[in-house]
C-alpha cells in the first residue's frame, strides 16, 4: 500500500497524528486561536485535510469553533496540561533537592504560561529564615529572574508584545518598569547565560536563574533566599550548578 494512503510515515509513526499534534502547537504558538486558512497556511497542509483534522479535534474536545468560525484551543487540553504540569514537577524536584543540597536556599523551576509565570515545583531551604514560593503562584515575569531567563530564549518583539499586554506594575523601589531598560537586562542575561532578581518582585529577596533550555516549555530554574545570604560568591557558585541541573532535566525530558 502506498505511504500517502496508509497514513504511515516510513519510521511507523502514523502521519494524521503527527499533523494533528502539529495543528495544536501552530495554534498554541499563534495565541490559541485561528482560521483554517491561517492554519492552512502556516502548515502548508491542504485545506481539505485541515477541514477533517481540526473536525476531529473538534468531536474530541480539544478545539472549539467560535461564532466568528474561527478555532480555538478546547477545554479538555486543560486536563492534559494540568497532568504535564503535574509530571514536570516530579521530574524537577530531584535536580531541585541538589541544589538546596549543595547550596543550602531554597531552589525554584518555573514554566512561561501565557503571559504569566507559574512555579511548578520548589524544594525549600533548610534554614528557619527562608524563602516559600507557593507551587501554583503567578506573577508578571518583568519582576522575576525566571521571567527573564526565559526571555532570554525569546526574539526581542516577542517580549515587548508580552510587555506592552501585562504593563509593568512597579512591586518594590528596585522594579524596572522601563521596556527599553528591561531588554538590556534581557541582552545581558543572554551574554552571561543567568539573569538575577535584585529586590524587584520582594524587599530583602535575591534570586539567580538560568533557562532550562531544548524542551517543549519555556521553563527556568531558581535559587532564592534573603539577600544577606544571597551573596556575590553563592551565586558565582550557583550559576554553574544551576546550569547542569538544568542541563539534567532537559535530558530527562526528551
Same mark, same amino acid.
Given at each position: 500500500?502506498?505511504?500517502?494512503?496508509?497514513? #504511515?510515515?516510513?519510521?511507523?509513526?502514523?502521519?494524521?497524528?503527527?499533523?494533528?499534534?502539529?495543528?495544536?502547537?501552530?495554534?498554541?504558538?499563534?495565541?490559541?486561536?485561528m482560521?483554517?486558512?491561517?492554519?492552512?497556511?502556516?502548515?502548508?497542509?491542504?485545506?481539505?485535510?485541515?477541514?477533517?483534522?481540526?473536525?476531529?479535534?473538534?468531536?474530541?474536545?480539544?478545539?472549539?469553533?467560535?461564532?466568528?468560525?474561527?478555532? +480555538?484551543?478546547?477545554p479538555k487540553?486543560? $486536563?492534559?496540561?494540568?497532568?504535564?504540569?503535574?509530571?514536570?514537577?516530579?521530574?524537577?524536584?530531584?535536580?531541585?533537592?541538589?541544589?538546596?543540597?549543595?547550596?543550602?536556599?531554597?531552589?525554584?523551576? %518555573?514554566?512561561?504560561?501565557? &503571559?504569566?509565570?507559574?512555579y511548578?515545583?520548589?524544594?525549600?531551604? $533548610?534554614?528557619?529564615? $527562608?524563602?516559600?514560593t507557593?507551587?501554583?503562584?503567578? +506573577?508578571?515575569?518583568?519582576?522575576?529572574?525566571?521571567? #527573564?531567563?526565559?526571555?532570554?530564549?525569546?526574539?526581542?518583539?516577542? +517580549?515587548? !508584545?508580552?510587555?506592552?499586554r501585562?504593563?509593568?506594575?512597579?512591586?518594590?523601589?528596585?522594579?524596572?518598569? &522601563?521596556?527599553? %531598560?528591561?531588554?538590556?537586562?534581557?541582552?545581558?542575561?543572554? !551574554?552571561?547565560?543567568?539573569?538575577?532578581?535584585?529586590?524587584e518582585? !520582594?524587599?530583602?529577596?535575591?534570586?539567580?536563574?538560568? %533557562?532550562?533550555?531544548?524542551v517543549p516549555?519555556?521553563?527556568?530554574?531558581?535559587?532564592?533566599?534573603? %539577600?544577606?545570604?544571597?551573596?556575590?560568591e553563592?551565586?558565582?557558585?550557583?550559576?554553574?550548578?544551576?546550569?547542569?541541573?538544568? #542541563?539534567?532535566?532537559s535530558?530527562?525530558?526528551?
Amino acid at each position: 500500500m502506498a505511504e500517502e494512503n496508509s497514513g #504511515k510515515g516510513r519510521s511507523g509513526s502514523v502521519q494524521s497524528i503527527g499533523r494533528a499534534f502539529g495543528l495544536l502547537e501552530t495554534m498554541a504558538d499563534a495565541g490559541g486561536m485561528m482560521g483554517l486558512s491561517q492554519l492552512a497556511a502556516a502548515s502548508g497542509l491542504p485545506l481539505p485535510t485541515i477541514h477533517r483534522l481540526v473536525r476531529t479535534l473538534v468531536d474530541l474536545g480539544y478545539l472549539r469553533q467560535e461564532p466568528s468560525r474561527q478555532y +480555538v484551543l478546547g477545554p479538555k487540553l486543560i $486536563r492534559l496540561g494540568e497532568s504535564s504540569s503535574d509530571m514536570l514537577s516530579v521530574w524537577a524536584r530531584p535536580h531541585l533537592a541538589r541544589l538546596v543540597d549543595e547550596l543550602g536556599e531554597s531552589a525554584n523551576m %518555573a514554566m512561561l504560561d501565557g &503571559d504569566q509565570i507559574v512555579y511548578l515545583a520548589q524544594v525549600p531551604s $533548610r534554614h528557619s529564615m $527562608r524563602m516559600f514560593t507557593e507551587v501554583g503562584r503567578r +506573577v508578571l515575569p518583568h519582576c522575576t529572574a525566571v521571567g #527573564k531567563a526565559i526571555f532570554s530564549q525569546l526574539r526581542e518583539a516577542e +517580549v515587548r !508584545e508580552l510587555l506592552q499586554r501585562t504593563g509593568m506594575p512597579k512591586h518594590t523601589e528596585n522594579t524596572i518598569t &522601563d521596556p527599553d %531598560a528591561f531588554m538590556a537586562q534581557v541582552r545581558a542575561t543572554q !551574554e552571561q547565560g543567568y539573569a538575577t532578581d535584585e529586590g524587584e518582585q !520582594e524587599v530583602g529577596v535575591r534570586c539567580v536563574a538560568v %533557562a532550562v533550555t531544548d524542551v517543549p516549555s519555556r521553563l527556568a530554574m531558581s535559587i532564592s533566599g534573603p %539577600a544577606g545570604r544571597m551573596t556575590e560568591e553563592l551565586v558565582e557558585r550557583a550559576v554553574p550548578l544551576l546550569t547542569q541541573a538544568g #542541563k539534567a532535566l532537559s535530558e530527562d525530558l526528551r
